[in-house]
């Protein structure tokens, strides 16, 4: 029975691991999709916008 307790740990992890990477994969694309894009993109031309020089430099 010592194979047993030596394989199960290893067997659940295996199991879990796979169902995750199944999340994982099925949450990818889809209706979420253009929401994830449009704020990645948002969050992306704020940062852009702030590491802009102003257009008026005082002089």
Known sequence: MDYVSALLPPAVMAV???GLIRVIVKTQGGA?????DAVVDAALAQAEGARQPS???KA
């Open 16 to 18: 879990f691991f796979i």
């Open 32 to 36: 979420n999709k253009a929401k994830e």
């Open 55 to 57: 257009p008026h430099p």
